[in-house]
T-cell receptor
Framework: DAKTTQPTSMDCAEGRAANLPCNHS???????VYWYRQIHSQGPQYIIH???NNETNEMASLIITEDRKSSTLILPHATLRDTAVYYC???????????FGTGTRLKVLA | GAGVSQTPSNKVTEKGKYVELRCDPI?????LYWYRQSLGQGPEFLIY????????DSGLPNDRFFAVRPEGSVSTLKIQRTERGDSAVYLC???????????????FGPGTRLTVL
């Protein structure tokens, strides 16, 4: 079944790049990888998604390995407001069931 | 524009009671999802609507849980005979592109915190 594995927590200095890894070795060939983040007591917020090519938007960059078994979310210049839980998400193939996992708690330090 | 709204923001009930949780999606979004989030865990998929119909209800934990979306907009999650283990934050999300290959960006509401005493 679809599953993601992420480190439980990470720290990053303010102004530095935050690199958040995710393992999704069971991902199906036509399923996207999504990244969301959740700030305390709020609903998750979309960040970025990709299929096989690297993607970049105003919030972040997403690097997907060639075998698609893992990806890395990059926040190029982390700020204190980026402190949140970051989820790497995949969908179970043939369904609309998105698997969130337990996420990575990123703490940006001043 | 207005985002996804959920009411009530908090609901406290007693074991065995019936509750309804409401979700107002973003206008024009045909896809609607319900998730449940327990403390310290990521959101857990419950059900997906495309329009009025439940296209995937594989995440509903048992037959005490039911959801409707009669006019393809507002959705209500209904829980019968509540149990203490049902205590969680119930999140609703809507999307423009539920049926596209990528599924599309989901916009989440703030959630309803349900506490069953």
């Amino acid at each position: 079944d679809a599953k993601t594995t992420q480190p439980t927590s990470m720290d990053c200095a303010e102004g530095r790049a935050a690199n958040l890894p995710c393992n999704h070795s069971t991902i199906s060939g036509n399923e996207y990888v999504y990244w969301y983040r959740q700030i305390h007591s709020q609903g998750p917020q979309y960040i970025i998604h990709g299929l096989k090519n690297n993607e970049t938007n105003e919030m972040a960059s997403l690097i997907i390995t060639e075998d698609r078994k893992s990806s890395t979310l990059i926040l190029p210049h982390a700020t204190l407001r980026d402190t949140a839980v970051y989820y790497c998400i995949v969908r179970v193939s043939g369904t609309y069931k998105y698997i969130f996992g337990t996420g990575t708690r990123l703490k940006v330090l001043a | 524009g207005a985002g996804v709204s959920q009411t009530p923001s908090n609901k406290v009930t007693e074991k065995g009671k019936y509750v309804e949780l409401r979700c107002d999606p973003i206008s024009g979004h045909t896809a609607l999802y319900w998730y449940r989030q327990s403390l310290g865990q990521g959101p857990e998929f419950l059900i997906y609507f495309q329009g009025t119909g439940a296209a995937d209800d594989s995440g509903l934990p048992n037959d005490r849980f039911f959801a409707v979306r009669p006019e393809g907009s507002v959705s209500t999650l209904k829980i019968q005979r509540t149990e203490r283990g049902d205590s969680a934050v119930y999140l609703c999300a809507s999307s423009l592109k539920g049926t596209s290959p990528g599924g599309g960006e989901q916009f989440f509401g703030p959630g309803t915190r349900l506490t069953v005493l």
